[in-house]
C-alpha cells in the first residue's frame, strides 16, 4: 500500500484512492453479546447493548461498500457474531461481494445445522478459539460450563463441512504448560493453521494482568516448543505465534499499523482503527451510519491522528523501525505512558521500558489472584438470546 501518492498530478476520484490506499481487513463486532467471559477479552469493559445494535440492512451496506472499497477478507466477530440471528444473510450478502469471510466464534452456541446454512450461505473459513485442553481448566477460563465439549464438537463439524478451520488459542500463566497438547489438539481436530497467541494486556486483560501474566521461564519455553513444532508440523499445520509485549525488546506493530491494514466497526456501527481505539481520549470516532465507511477511512480523524509517521515524538521519530513497527500499540503506550502518541512500553527504546518488564517478573512470580469476570458463572439456560 503506497505511503503517497504516486502519480499526484493526476486528479483520482476519492473511491478510487480509497481502493489504493484499502485496508486488507474488515473486523465487524457484530455484537457484543456473548456467552462467554474470557478473562483477557479485547472488548471495551463497557459494552454496547443489543438495543444499539446496526440492524441486518445497515451491516449488509457495510459488506458491501467494504468490497468496494477493496477490503478482501471480513473477520465476523463479536462478542459472539452467531448470538445474531441474521448472521446468515450478512454471509451470504458479503459472500456475494466478493469478500473472504471468515467467522470467529467461541463456538458453544452452533449446532450442525446452523453452521451447514452458514457454509450454504458463502462461509468460507471458521476461527475457533479455546481456552485449554484441559476441559475443567477450559470451562473455568470461559466461566461457562460444557464449553470445551461444546468446541470439540464444533471441530470436528467444520471439517466434515470441508471449511477451513483455525484454532485460536490465547496463551498465559494458567494454560500454557499444556501448550503440547494444544498443538495436539489442532492437528487432532483437523485444523490447518493454530494462532499460539500470548495474551495482550488491553481492556478485560489488564484487569486480570496479574492472574494472566507468565513467567519468563514459561515464555521461553513456549516459544522454544513452537519452533520445534513448526519444523515439525511443516506443510501440515501453519503456527502462528504471537510474543508477550511484556518480555520483548521491540514491539508488535499493532493492527499492522493505524489506519493501514485492518478496519473495525462496532456493534453500534463507530468505526476504528482498532478495537481498543476509544480508550484514548480526545479522538472523534465517524459512524457508519453517518458517512461513507470510504470516506471514514481514508479522511477520518482518528484513522488520520496516528497514522504513517508524521504524529510520532523521540524515540521513535527518528528510529530506524518506525516504518517496521509504527511505533508499537497506541492504546498501550496510552495505558501504561499515559501518552498515545509516546513510543510503546513494550520497546527497550522507552524509557518505561525496565518498569515494564519489572511489572511482568514481579506479577507473574507472585500468587496468581482469582480472575475478574463480568458476571457469575454462566448457568444452563442463560445463553443470550439470538436476536435480528
Ligand atoms: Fe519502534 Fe518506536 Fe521502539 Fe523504534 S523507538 S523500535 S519505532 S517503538
Ligand atoms: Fe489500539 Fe494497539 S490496541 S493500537
Redesign the pocket.
Known amino acids: 500500500m503506497p505511503a503517497s501518492d504516486p502519480n499526484p498530478s493526476q486528479p483520482q476520484a476519492p473511491l478510487a484512492t480509497a481502493r489504493r490506499r484499502a485496508p486488507l481487513g474488515l473486523l465487524a463486532e457484530l455484537t457484543h453479546r456473548c456467552p462467554l467471559q474470557c478473562p483477557y477479552c479485547s472488548n471495551p469493559l463497557q459494552l454496547e447493548g443489543a438495543g444499539a445494535e446496526l440492524d441486518t440492512a445497515a451491516w449488509q451496506d457495510v459488506m458491501r461498500q467494504a468490497a468496494e472499497l477493496g477490503v478482501l477478507q471480513l473477520h465476523l466477530s463479536g462478542g459472539e457474531p452467531t448470538v445474531r440471528r441474521d448472521l446468515e444473510d450478512i454471509v451470504a450478502t458479503a459472500a456475494a461481494a466478493g469478500l473472504y469471510t471468515n467467522l470467529i466464534t467461541a463456538g458453544v452456541l452452533l449446532d450442525r445445522a446452523r453452521l451447514e446454512a452458514l457454509a450454504r450461505h458463502g462461509l468460507d473459513h471458521v476461527q475457533l478459539s479455546i481456552q485449554d485442553v484441559e476441559p475443567g481448566n477450559a470451562d473455568r477460563i470461559a466461566h461457562y460450563e460444557g464449553a470445551h465439549a461444546r468446541k470439540r464438537a464444533l471441530a470436528g463439524w467444520v471439517r466434515e463441512l470441508d471449511l477451513a478451520l483455525t484454532i485460536n488459542a490465547p496463551v498465559h500463566r494458567q494454560n500454557l504448560d499444556r501448550l503440547e497438547g494444544i498443538v495436539d489438539f489442532a492437528l487432532e481436530v483437523g485444523a490447518r493453521r493454530l494462532e499460539v497467541a500470548h495474551v495482550q494486556y ?1 481492556a478485560w486483560a489488564l484487569q486480570n494482568r496479574a492472574a494472566l501474566m507468565p513467567t519468563r521461564a514459561q515464555v521461553e519455553r513456549s516459544a522454544r516448543l513452537v519452533e520445534e513444532a513448526r519444523k515439525r508440523l511443516e506443510g501440515i499445520l501453519l503456527i502462528d505465534f504471537v510474543v508477550p509485549d511484556y518480555y520483548a525488546a521491540r514491539p508488535k506493530p ?2 499492522g499499523g ?1 489506519g493501514r491494514g485492518i478496519v473495525v466497526v462496532t456493534p453500534s456501527g463507530k468505526v476504528l ?5 476509544q480508550t484514548i481520549p480526545g479522538l472523534a470516532f465517524d459512524n457508519v451510519r453517518e458517512k461513507p465507511l470510504a470516506s471514514i477511512w481514508l479522511d477520518g480523524d482518528a484513522f488520520e491522528k496516528f497514522r504513517g509517521t508524521g504524529w510520532m515524538i523521540g524515540p521513535c521519530r527518528g528510529c530506524e523501525r518506525r516504518e517496521i513497527d509504527w511505533g508499537g ?4 503506550a496510552l495505558a501504561l505512558a499515559g501518552d498515545a502518541a509516546a513510543a510503546d512500553p513494550a520497546c527497550a527504546k522507552s524509557p518505561r521500558h525496565a518498569a515494564l518488564v519489572a511489572i511482568a517478573e514481579r506479577e507473574a512470580n507472585e500468587p496468581a489472584p482469582p480472575f475478574v469476570y463480568r458476571r457469575p458463572r454462566r448457568q444452563e439456560g442463560s445463553d443470550p438470546s439470538p436476536t435480528r
Not at 482503527?273 to 481505539?277: L, Q, V, W
Not at 500499540?329 to 498501550?332: D, F, I, P, V, W
Open positions: 488491553y499493532c493492527m493505524w482503527p482498532c478495537h481498543a481505539a500499540c497506541r492504546c498501550q
